[in-house]
């Protein structure tokens, strides 16, 4: 497999690079040089695999050779180790539940995978590898979660005291093993700035392999593909037509999903569905890209004013807007719109949706009066006690929290504390892994 930069197609690595790298040196991102079709067979015969086993036929095929065949096969089977059940509300509406994983929100499968493929490539290395992470909240728990028992590499994650809730807190600093986290008496931006300090530093990069666990690693998009074609063999019917609604931030869900329709699953359109922030159905409608300052929302994983991912959608479609609009819609919703939804789903169908994929189901309706012969899966992106108080209010009802969430509460937290300080951050990263 090799890969380009959207923002220079001569520019070309192979697998590793791109992984160990996460980004180009000139800022694009990386996409693979081919998306070859898959056998229409495979397709029409879904439902003769597992869902891990269909992971490892797309992975396989997109990958190639730059990883063995029994390698990869041991990569996807760890890393897709958890189902993704499709919950039909009716005959035409399906909920994709991408939240049973360890962290419950669908990052666990990017997060898990790309952890593997690193443990993978980083076997040849010298020395171990020490991944930053900068995170508000969600994205941490995650890459944590991924991370955890990788052989060789430590994960040191920076986080804003008082500014994650209890929960996402334990999920940071619960986990110990080859996971330490450090509560940053500051912002996110403050974490953000300190992480960015450390790659830019030579003195501490001669000692210390550094890395990040970038969310537009080429790594997390890859395993993001696998679970549509698990959703079509659960709820395609022969002769159908499907659609997917992707409640969408950064927009790295919508584009693992356009990968799979270019490797040849037939899928109707790909359905953006955003909160107040509107940039991507806007552009749609208006064919003009115009990046904001995010506003906060209810739905706040997709609080996103500049998508990164944007640019890979683009590069899909040559940048043409005719061809995207054809095969890209895009909705978007207020908080007030959202509440009602959460209400309306659970009364409707007895079902209790979290605000992201709230806001999937009123694109699905809207999209579904335009294309009433077209079936449409909504991704459910988080378990909807991740959004416990916001869920419990609008629906005017206790939800029941998972198991191994309410069990975290019980865990004891470990975290370094420190103020926003370069120099300390440093002494820390030295005296922990420098030798
Ligand atoms: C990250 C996230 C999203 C947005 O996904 P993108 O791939 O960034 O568009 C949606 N919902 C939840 C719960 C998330 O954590």
């Not at 986290?181 to 953000?192: K, L, M, P, S, Y």
């Not at 807007?321 to 908080?335: A, F, L, Q």
């Not at 994929?357 to 899966?377: D, N, Q």
């Amino acid at each position: 497999m090799q890969l380009y930069s959207t923002n220079n197609k001569a520019f070309k690595v192979d697998l590793k690079q791109a992984v160990m790298n996460s980004l180009p040196p000139d800022n694009g991102l990386y996409m693979p040089t081919e998306l070859p079709l898959l056998d229409p067979n495979f397709i029409k015969n879904l439902a003769d695999y597992s869902f891990a086993d269909l992971s490892f036929i797309v992975a396989q095929h997109l990958i190639g050779t730059s990883i063995t065949k029994a390698a990869l096969e041991t990569i996807v089977h760890e890393a897709i180790n958890f189902a993704a059940p499709v919950v039909e509300l009716n005959e035409h509406l399906g909920v994709l539940e991408l939240f049973h994983g360890p962290s419950l929100a669908f990052k666990d499968f990017g997060a898990r995978f790309m952890a593997r493929i690193m443990g993978h490539y980083n076997t040849d290395e010298e020395k171990e590898l020490v991944i930053l992470v900068a995170t508000s909240g969600d994205t941490g728990g995650a890459v944590a979660a991924g991370f955890l028992g990788t052989p060789r590499i430590k994960v040191v994650i920076l986080y804003p005291s008082g500014k994650v809730s209890p929960l996402q807190e334990k999920q940071l600093t619960t986990l110990g093993k080859n996971i330490e986290a450090i509560e940053v008496n500051g912002t996110f931006d403050d974490c953000q700035a300190l992480v960015k300090q450390a790659f830019l530093d030579k003195e501490l990069n001669k000692s210390i392999r550094l890395s990040s666990a970038n969310s537009i690693n080429i790594a997390r998009l890859i395993p993001q593909s696998f679970y549509y074609f698990e959703a079509w063999k659960q709820f395609h019917r022969a002769g159908e037509s499907l659609s997917f609604i992707v409640p969408s931030g950064n927009f790295g869900n919508l584009t693992a999903g356009l990968l799979a329709k270019k490797m040849g699953l037939p899928i109707n359109h790909m359905v953006a569905a955003t909160n107040a922030n509107d940039i991507v159905p806007s552009y749609l409608q208006t064919g003009s890209y115009k990046p904001k300052t995010s506003v906060s929302t209810i739905s706040n994983a997709m609080d996103v004013g500049n998508p990164s991912n944007f640019s890979r959608m683009m590069d899909l479609y040559g940048s043409t807007w005719n061809i995207v609009t054809e095969e890209v819609k895009g909705y978007s919703y207020s908080d007030e719109a959202t509440r009602i939804a959460m209400k309306e789903i659970y009364k409707q169908f007895n079902y209790v949706m979290d605000p992201h994929g709230a806001i999937g189901y009123l694109a699905a309706k809207e999209y579904r009066l335009k294309h009433k012969s077209t079936k449409a899966v909504i991704l459910e992106t988080a378990h909807p006690s991740k959004f416990l108080e916001e869920v419990e209010e609008a629906l005017n009802t206790k939800i029941t929290i998972p198991e191994r969430l309410a069990e975290l509460s019980q865990r004891k937290k470990i975290a370094s504390y420190i103020d926003v300080d370069y120099g300390v951050f440093n002494d820390f990263l030295v005296n922990r892994f420098s030798k």
